[in-house]
């Protein structure tokens, strides 16, 4: 029985989901306008949204975390599960056609306005998608053996989307984006895609994840053979095989050199267990530094603290050829120190990176301070009492006379110490910690300050009066701004802006000349004219230098220059003067004391703006050498690019990834377990997040 359409947009009384053409409004009918047949199994009214991550996604800070998704109605995998028929009164018809009104109505709208809003972060759920059909399962079945395929079929990135209509592998719009061009040229029917590495399915013609179960997709196939496949690191044979355009050579070369060594398995790749993305791709990129092998090379492994153990052990086993390795034990050591890492949650790599260096140099401290309390349990009374004159000279004199030999006394033993002298205790226990005194002649070697330890000095000039302060300051990265245009202007200035008057000059550049109006203003009212000559000018400069950047492409070298420039200290964050007694607006100035041998540099792709999140996606040009000479008096400042770690996705999520290179100037690819070589074309083309060098001279 045909239905036929109702002007006011009902169907009529006999609409029924299996009548030949139907039009839903609010009955079990659709717009869709296909048969009757297709609708129900294309359209699948009854199936719920969920969310859908890469069971390996990981993002910054504060990540918004999803669950994998499940099809949990009638209709799944596009195969339609025929409802219960039996007789029902006239209320419960109604009753239940109501309820399903309703239901799809709901689904509806989601599926709307999940189209409407596309998402790539993880916090965004997967849109319930009409293009689904029973042929997508099929052709899931028929090319299941191509999940192993892990490259591009035509530029051979190591990422790849399977299309479900025909086995095509194309790369993600990460890479060169094959897989969509494939979608446009042979149409809707090529429009569903899997990448087996994300457990992701992606429709190309709605923009949207799809909310589709892999494990009910593959089943056993993908159980026993993807995942099996994709945690083995990349064979020889299958660099061999490899058919690439842009980085033939590349493999080519790494598989001479593994020939030529006698290995076959290649690097190790690191198993993802849980979200830890972030932890393989730092890993990745550290343990390869020289210095920190070095380190490990001249020191024993049996005086090691726990995580400097693990550590040790864990870097040596990526160092070694064989199948990927388990993250679990060195991870939970770092999670010990700090609990922020408990759990399989998402992480920022740079945040994990200065969690690391922190809880190594706790170890270190501990056993620095095992060591001076021995050395200090071998003192006299006059050893004790020039070590509390040296340490602590506002101590009266009879107090250390009288200190002196209790602590002596007590060989360090906190309860022995009388009530009245806990203070005095608690400051020895301090500067035993810091060394502060000539009297404890204790060198130990340390991992944190001989692979990533700087020295910056800041130098702060005061306006007012030109008194110049120099101040060291420990250093272990730069984090550098890649929107110097906006430095100007941030909040450390605290400057109240101009009203905005209608313009045709752009925004950036509106505040720009608003902070510079504030500033000069500031030095009129509370600096000599010498001192407002002198502002106006640094002003100038670091405008003129803002504009530059406005205008061409940015890269590293502009952010290093934006870093080292002199920066402006107003409002609240003028400077306390020592000599003319009063706050003053002054200029700071870092310069490099001492280079380190690591050198880290963390590019802030991720800001906040009020409650506003956000990712700079921008490239920031980055070179293989980089000379810090312009910038510090060392003449050891000249460095090699060694690793890149790259943030793919947006601020709710995304992954990690680390370009590293291994053996001689072969660059390789690391993902998870998924290894594979590269040109260095292709690691320069990259929006790097962390960039990793190392002393050259």
Not at 78 to 85: C, D, I, L, N
Not at 493 to 503: L, W
Request: glycine residues 6%; contains cysteine; positive net charge.
């Amino acid at each position: 029985m045909a239905t036929t359409p109702i002007a006011s947009g009902r169907t009529s009384s006999d609409a029924s989901p299996y009548n030949k053409h139907c039009y839903r409004v609010n009955n079990n009918s659709c717009r869709c306008e296909r048969p009757a047949s297709q609708c129900f199994a294309v359209c699948g009214f009854h199936r719920t949204r969920s969310a859908v991550p890469p069971e390996h996604s990981s993002g910054p800070i504060g990540a918004v975390r999803t669950q994998r998704a499940l099809a949990t109605g009638p209709v799944a995998m596009g195969k339609p599960v025929r409802e219960r028929a039996g007789r029902r009164s006239g209320g419960e018809k109604r009753d239940r056609r109501k309820a399903a009104a309703q239901k799809q109505d709901a689904a509806a709208r989601c599926m709307t306005a999940s189209r409407g809003s596309s998402s790539s972060s993880g916090a965004a759920a997967a849109a319930a998608c009409a293009h689904v059909t029973k042929a997508t399962a099929k052709g899931a079945k028929a090319h299941r053996k191509r999940l192993t395929v892990d490259h591009c079929q035509s530029c051979d990135a190591p990422s790849a989307w399977l299309c479900l209509t025909c086995g095509n592998v194309g790369c993600g719009r990460d890479d060169a984006g094959h897989a969509e061009e494939h979608f446009k040229s042979n149409g809707i029917k090529h429009c569903i895609s899997f990448c087996a590495m994300q457990a992701r399915f992606w429709c190309y013609a709605c923009d949207d994840e799809v909310d589709i179960d892999p494990e009910a997709m593959f089943a056993k196939t993908w159980r026993r053979q993807a995942l099996d496949k994709l945690t083995k690191t990349l064979t020889l044979k299958s660099a061999r095989e490899r058919n690439s355009n842009d980085d033939d050579d590349a493999v080519k070369k790494y598989a001479n050199e593994m020939a030529n060594s006698g290995d076959v398995s290649g690097p190790r790749g690191i198993k993802n267990i849980g979200n830890t993305c972030f932890f393989a791709s730092l890993m990745q990129s550290v343990c390869v530094a020289r210095p920190l092998r070095a380190y490990f090379n001249k020191k024993s492994s049996a005086d090691d603290r726990p995580l400097h153990a693990g550590l040790r052990a864990f870097s040596s086993l990526l160092l070694s050829s064989g199948s990927a390795a388990n993250p679990g034990a060195l991870l939970d050591l770092v999670s010990q120190r700090h609990r922020i890492f408990r759990g399989r949650q998402q992480h920022d790599a740079h945040e994990l990176l200065r969690c690391l260096v922190a809880a190594l140099h706790e170890e270190y401290l501990d056993d620095v301070v095992a060591m001076r309390k021995a050395a200090v349990r071998s003192w006299d009374v006059d050893d004790m009492r020039r070590f509390l004159r040296e340490a602590m000279p506002a101590l009266p004199n009879d107090v250390v006379d009288d200190l002196a030999p209790l602590l002596v006394d007590s060989k360090y033993d906190d309860d022995l110490v009388p009530e009245q002298h806990r203070d005095a205790f608690a400051s020895l226990h301090r500067a035993l910690r810091h060394g502060r005194s000539p009297f404890i002649r204790v060198t130990l070697p340390s991992l944190v300050d001989d692979t990533f330890g700087g020295m910056l000095q800041s130098h702060i000039r005061c306006l007012a009066c030109q008194h110049v302060s120099n101040t060291l300051e420990p250093c272990y990265d730069l984090s550098l701004s890649i929107t110097p245009s906006v430095a100007l202007a941030s909040p450390r200035h605290h400057q109240r802006k101009t009203p905005k008057k209608a313009s045709t000059v752009p925004e950036d550049e509106d505040v720009l000349v608003a902070v510079t109006i504030d500033l000069l203003v500031d030095a009129v009212v509370n600096l000599s004219i010498s001192a407002v000559e002198v502002h106006e000018s640094t002003v100038r400069q670091q405008y003129k230098a803002s504009q530059a950047q406005l205008r061409g492409p940015c890269t590293v070298s502009d952010c290093l220059r934006a870093f080292f420039s002199a920066e402006i200290l107003t409002g609240d964050n003028a400077y306390d003067c020592s000599k003319c007694k009063r706050r003053s607006a002054s200029s700071k100035l870092y310069t490099v004391e001492r280079t380190p041998a690591v050198l880290v540099l963390h590019l802030k792709r991720f800001s906040q703006d009020g409650r506003r999140l956000h990712k700079e996606d921008k490239h920031i040009g980055f070179d293989i050498d980089l000379d810090l000479r312009p910038y510090s008096s060392s003449s050891s400042a000249s460095y090699s690019l060694f690793a890149v770690v790259v943030h793919m996705g947006s601020m709710g999520g995304g992954h990690y990834v680390a370009y590293v290179k291994r053996h001689g100037d072969q660059w390789m690819y690391f993902s998870d377990a998924t290894v594979a070589p590269v040109s260095v074309e292709r690691v320069l083309s990259q929006q790097a997040y962390l960039l990793l060098y190392e002393r050259t001279g």
